[in-house]
């Protein structure tokens, strides 16, 4: 299991499109991926989970991978994340 801290730094982020993306980006993986913000965990492969987390810019959350590919599952999110996707 793989954990790290990022902090939420998407243009846009009111947005649907940036939640689906994250989605997106963590169904590419077989390793179990998690969001967690505060008190809570959300699959990060569930848009509905997704949406319900109501993440914002500037917000500092954990993504938690568990499998073969956790790795690079994290990396890839923490990089659509933390960066400035224009």
């Given amino acids: 299991m793989l954990n790290k801290k990022c902090t939420v730094n998407i243009p846009q982020f009111d947005e649907a499109r940036p939640v689906a993306e994250i989605v997106q980006t963590a169904s590419q993986f077989d390793s ?8 809570k965990k959300i699959n990060a492969k569930s848009i509905m989970g997704m949406m319900s987390l ?7 959350i ?10 690079t599952a994290v990396e890839a999110l923490v990089d659509y994340i933390s960066q400035d996707n224009k």
């Fill in 32 to 39: 179990s991926i998690y969001l967690i913000s505060g008190t």
């Fill in 62 to 71: 954990e993504i938690e991978a568990d499998g073969s590919d956790e790795e």
């Fill in 54 to 60: 109501g993440l914002c810019n500037d917000e500092e």
